[in-house]
Structures are given as structure tokens and as C-alpha cells.
């Protein structure tokens, strides 16, 4: 299963043009994270289960050996859909942590470096669940922190599926 089938099918995001765009080409503090081929899995799956946006998954799909015209397609149908850019980050960010939580190791020195690593990457995020090492900060790097930070991750990731999905529930119709 690929990224945006695992957004779609285990989170339950809708998937945009404009995601699938981010996704494909990176924005913004999103580095790229699907292929091509990745875009064309998950569009020829959408097609067989018989989708409202098929006209424009095919003209993608049939565009396949073309890579600069697949290109140009999907970012054609983004900048036409009206999905929100900022929400469509925020999926991608929310997706990022899910996968960076699900492979955290038990050793709290390496787990505290690498959501550390993360929250700093991640853009700007006004209700960050991550607390940074200061020079004031004396026991950061115990189990402790590192438990009570995964929980926190955990809980901030839970909310804002939640709110990502009720944002997208208001408005009109996405693709996907």
C-alpha cells in the first residue's frame, strides 16, 4: 500500500489533486513523497472500484508515458479543484507524524532525536505537542520525557485528523 492509499484507507483523509500535487512535487516544508507510479496505483484503484472523477483519473493515467504532461495534468487539476493548500499540508504533516510514531524506537535518546527532528522540519504548527531541549531544561533526555511526549504526539495527531476531517466535511466536494 502506498502513502496516498495509506492516507486514504487508514486515516480516511480525502485525497485532492492539490495532495496529490504536494505530494509528488513537495511544498512548502513537505519534501516529495510519492512517485509517479505511486499516483498511478492509486488512481487505476480508484477506477476499478468506479470513482465520480474517472474522466480526469484517465486522462492522467493515459498520459503515463508522458512524464512532463502528467505533470502539468495534476497541477492543471489542482490549481482548478478548490481544496484548501493549507489543509492539504496539514494531511501531509498529520501522515508524516503517524508514520514517524509508528517506528519510534523503545530507546528514548534515539526516540527524543528523532520527534525532535520532526517538529523541526514540520513548518510552523502554532499548537505543537513537542517540547525542545533547552539549556534550562535539565532531565530531558529520560524515558519519562520521552513516554509523556509519544502520548502527547499521539494525542495532538488523534485531534487533528479529527479536525482536518471536520474542516473538509464543510466543505463542497472533493475529488477523491
Known amino acids: 500500500m502506498n502513502k496516498l492509499q495509506e492516507m486514504y484507507y487508514n486515516i480516511g483523509f ?21 512517485s509517479r507510479n505511486d499516483v498511478f496505483v492509486f488512481l487505476d484503484h480508484l477506477l476499478t472500484i468506479g470513482h ?9 493515467i493515459c498520459e503515463q ?24 499540508l496539514r494531511k501531509w504533516r498529520a501522515f508524516l507524524l503517524s508514520k514517524t510514531l509508528s517506528t519510534l524506537p523503545s530507546d528514548s535518546f534515539q526516540g527524543l532525536l528523532i520527534l525532535t527532528e520532526f517538529w523541526i522540519d514540520a513548518g510552523p504548527v502554532k499548537d505543537c505537542p513537542h517540547i525542545f531541549p533547552s539549556k534550562n531544561t535539565k ?38
Not at 465520480?52 to 492522467?60: A, D, F, K
Not at 502528467?70 to 492539504?88: F, R
Not at 520521552?146 to 476531517?165: G, M, P, R, T, V
Request: aromatic letters at 10%; charged letters at 20%; proline letters at 4%.
Open 52 to 60: 465520480t472523477q474517472s474522466e480526469n483519473i484517465i486522462q492522467v
Open 139 to 176: 532531565k530531558y533526555f529520560t524515558q519519562s520525557t520521552y513516554d509523556d511526549l509519544k502520548n502527547k504526539n499521539k494525542a495532538w495527531l488523534k485531534n487533528e485528523i479529527a479536525n482536518i476531517n471536520l474542516f473538509e466535511t464543510n466543505l463542497p466536494s472533493t475529488p477523491f
Open 14 to 34: 480525502k485525497i485532492t489533486w492539490k495532495l496529490i500535487c504536494i505530494g509528488l512535487f513537495g511544498k512548502s516544508y513537505i519534501s516529495p513523497q510519492v
Open 65 to 88: 508515458d508522458n512524464p512532463d504532461r502528467i505533470d502539468s495534468l495534476i497541477q492543471l487539476l489542482s490549481n482548478q479543484e478548490h481544496s484548501d493548500e493549507q489543509t492539504q
